[in-house]
């Protein structure tokens, strides 16, 4: 089960990366678009719709590994009773 924990651990942060790496990208194209739509320049521009889905749902799942490999870690195990629970209860006298 440690061997799991560490590699949910690793793909989040690895898919984490990619999505900055991502956002970073689309931040330029973004620019570049509202640059082409002040120039009032109506062809050949991209449409960035796809990538920033793609950028959404990798933080998505960067977040959902990070999340589940987060909580397997710090579960705690469980551990056995010494011996059983006492109950309040008096003993009985007959």
Known sequence: MNNLKRVLLFFGVVVLLGAVGLLAKNLIDLNQLVAVASANRSTGFFHPG???????????????????GIALHTRPAHEPRAHPPQSNRPPDLN
Do not use: P, Y
């Open 50 to 68: 796809r990538e920033v889905l793609l950028t959404a749902g990798l933080a998505l799942l960067s977040g959902l590994l990070l999340g589940l």
